[in-house]
């Protein structure tokens, strides 16, 4: 069983070597010697499937010494695939090894387990080659840039079938551990500049889910697509601060109606946010006491919080119910001027009454 257990210790080895430059070194021979041991890890999972004390012995050597685990024992069943796609994007791969990697697919060994799927490896690598191409100009700005929304479909293409596989190993049971899966949108999410994963984020959480459903949802089923990207989101102050700055008031009022668990860390950020503005009687306006730190203006913190009370009734209602609590906490002033939180909830009642009026 150790020897068995320090050759499964192997693959992440063997999977950061095929995407790296030691690739160089290859010929046909050692690519033919790699894609023997995927498919022997294969077997492998094909065999201790069904064996769950030898499948978490299995897993727990194979997350040894990696500081934050991708792999697990799932991908054993996995591994032709994930050493091809790895290799294909490698352009250090010599043209020996490549031809050899292309015959493999093309004509898999007699009793492989599972062909692979050679269209499926090759849109995934034209996929990878287009992303890497310069933006597109900007379309609507409540539409993601066409780069964004293919990333975006990727990671929940790739959130879906880590939880179908997690489900089947589990018997149909309930997915993995939440903290598994988040650090495997993190690890995921972190491969992106900050302001591109924010975005990718964004459009992930407000892509359909199919057969003309809305969202991926907040609570069972698809739910547990969702939360790992809304734990990753929520975990960091400064990251949710980020993303909020980042993106407009309607998007952020649909992803608030669409999740209940992101409503009142954004009300609070607003709340913050309105905190840092002071009344100047000259002006006869609300300005940035600190225009260093504060990260709003007047009128776009008044126009998110209208953005807020055009959603559904209970988004509704909580919007104005913090509203009047800041209002009441500040001194309940009922005049302009004394008090930011009655300025803006009379400014937002306002201007709701002349959306009703038209």
Excluded: I
């Excluded at 012995?57 to 997350?63: E, I, N, Q, V, Y």
């Excluded at 601060?241 to 993106?247: D, E, I, R, Y």
């Amino acid at each position: 069983m150790e020897a068995l257990l320090e050759q499964v210790a192997q693959l992440p080895g063997l999977l950061a070597v095929s995407r790296s430059a030691l690739v160089r070194a290859w010929d046909a021979p050692t690519l033919a010697r790699a894609l023997e041991w995927a498919r022997y890890f294969q077997h492998l999972h094909g065999r201790f499937r069904a064996r769950p004390r030898l499948r978490a012995a299995l897993g727990r050597r194979l997350r040894q010494g990696q500081p934050r685990p991708l792999l697990g024992f799932r991908h054993l069943g996995r591994c032709p695939a994930l050493l091809s796609l790895a290799l294909l994007e490698n352009r250090a791969l010599p043209p020996a090894a490549c031809r050899r990697l292309l015959r493999s697919l093309l004509h898999p060994a007699a009793g492989a387990a599972e062909p692979l799927s050679l269209a499926l490896l090759a849109r995934r690598k034209a996929a990878s080659r287009l992303l890497a191409l310069p933006p597109r100009p900007a379309g609507p700005p409540a539409a993601p840039q066409p780069q964004v929304r293919a990333e975006a479909q990727l990671l929940l293409a790739r959130l879906r079938e880590e939880e179908a596989e997690e489900e089947a190993e589990a018997g149909g049971g309930r997915a993995g551990e939440p903290r598994e899966r988040l650090r495997c949108v993190a690890e995921l999410l972190e491969q992106l500049p900050e302001p591109r994963a924010l975005q990718v984020v964004a459009a992930t959480l407000l892509e359909p889910r199919g057969g003309g459903e809305e969202g991926l949802g907040d609570g069972a089923g698809h739910g547990h697509v969702a939360a790992p990207l809304l734990s990753w989101l929520l975990q960091s102050p400064e990251r949710f601060s980020a993303f909020c700055l980042l993106h407009p008031g309607p998007l952020l009022a649909s992803l608030a109606a669409r999740y209940s668990q992101l409503s009142a860390p954004y009300l609070d950020l607003l709340a913050a946010w309105g905190s840092r503005l002071h009344y100047d009687p000259l002006q006869g306006r609300w300005d940035d006491s600190c225009p260093d730190k504060a990260e709003m203006s007047w009128e776009e913190l008044r126009e998110r919080l209208c953005c807020l009370c055009r959603g559904p009734a209970p988004l509704r209602g909580q919007t104005r119910a913090a509203l009047e609590l800041l209002k009441v906490q500040d001194g309940d002033f009922g005049v302009c001027g004394l008090s930011v939180w009655t300025d803006l909830l009379m400014e937002v009642e306002k201007s709701m009454r002349k959306e009703r009026e038209h």
